[in-house]
């Protein structure tokens, strides 16, 4: 090789060297996402991810997202503006858009919620298909605007909570632990601020689904919601019908619904005891002798089969320290629950 050739590749090479500084490929340097017009920090566990650090390229760019908590999130510096666009923005092709988007509507429901609800039929099919895409930071972010909305317009959610509750299901049982956490939060939210009155009876289909995951997070939300009950809610929703439902979950394949209906059980026996102190003319809250305890027993034998009945005497003869915590006299008392 003469010395003008190796003298001419020794000089391209550091030029290539300086290119290969600025491949889009390699970097992974992420914009900055506001909040409102404030610039948030990201969350510290969250690992950096590089354009091409996920497989075919599902997790590209996931850097771009920021995570922001409820309790910080800031009004927005033009509310027409973004409402004008948020319809749009939340169908959009640009995931950071749409993720964009998204805190546009957590913003507008802490906010401006009054304006927002005149959107919310079209707004959650689109949340939905957010909740439903394989991108984690885009799936993410729809269900902490889930949590959002439930907790901004409670019972108003309950007519669009068919589309949300098996995504919310699937999401909460899926191997992505801060996905699975950011949808237990949103199934928290849910059974924390909708009527347990009008939410149980959407729910109770989920405790028969083919898929063994959606039945036990369905079943562990139930049984959460039925506290918020008091007892003429229950009387009213129907004890025949929920101790039934505990029978049936306590032979679930999986463990998390059998938990979950041991809890109902040991629920409804409290439910069950007061109603009985209460048409007794007991209120004086002492716990329930032989009595009680037998009426409770013939209950379940008059409504279960021998089996059935069986089981749920057996989870109810020694009843767990504490079981009684869950038990509210009102529909909602603010009490934290977990799916």
Request: hydrophobic fraction near 40%; proline fraction near 6%; include cysteine.
């Amino acid at each position: 090789m003469s010395a003008s050739a190796l003298k001419d590749l020794n000089i391209s090479q550091p030029t290539d060297l300086e290119k290969g500084k600025d491949n889009p490929v390699k970097s992974c340097i992420s914009r900055p996402v506001l909040n409102g017009n404030k610039c948030v920090n990201k969350e510290e566990n969250a690992p950096p991810v590089c354009p091409d650090a996920g497989a075919n390229g599902s997790e590209a760019a996931s850097a771009d997202v920021e995570y922001i908590d409820s309790e910080n999130l800031i009004d927005l510096p033009d509310v027409d503006a973004s409402l004008s666009t948020l319809i749009k923005r939340l169908d959009s092709k640009d995931w950071i858009m749409t993720c964009e988007a998204l805190n546009n509507v957590r913003q507008l429901a802490k906010y401006h919620k009054e304006r927002l609800q005149e959107l919310l039929e079209p707004l959650v099919p689109l949340i939905v298909k957010s909740v439903k895409n394989p991108r984690s930071a885009l799936c993410k972010t729809a269900l902490m605007t889930c949590a959002d909305i439930f907790k901004a317009y409670g019972d108003l959610m309950v007519d669009s909570i068919d589309l949300l509750l098996v995504q919310l299901f699937l999401k909460a049982s899926q191997d992505k632990r801060f996905v699975c956490e950011a949808a237990e939060a949103a199934l928290l939210s849910m059974t924390s601020w909708i009527s347990p009155s009008l939410l149980l009876p959407r729910m109770q289909p989920y405790l028969k689904n083919r898929n063994p995951r959606i039945r036990a997070k369905a079943s562990v939300c139930f049984s959460k919601s039925v506290p918020h009950l008091d007892v003429e809610g229950v009387k009213e929703y129907g004890m025949d019908k929920l101790i039934q439902i505990a029978a049936t979950q306590l032979s679930d394949q999986l463990p998390e619904s059998r938990e979950a209906a041991r809890n109902l059980a040991l629920q409804l026996q409290v439910f069950y005891e007061k109603s009985q102190a209460s048409t007794s003319g007991i209120n004086d809250g002492t716990p329930s002798d032989s009595q009680d305890a037998e009426s409770w027993e013939a209950f379940c034998q008059s409504k279960l089969s021998a089996l059935s009945a069986q089981a749920i005497l057996r989870v109810t003869s020694t009843p767990k320290e504490g079981a009684t915590a869950g038990v509210s006299s009102a529909p909602k008392d603010g009490v934290a629950i977990g799916c």
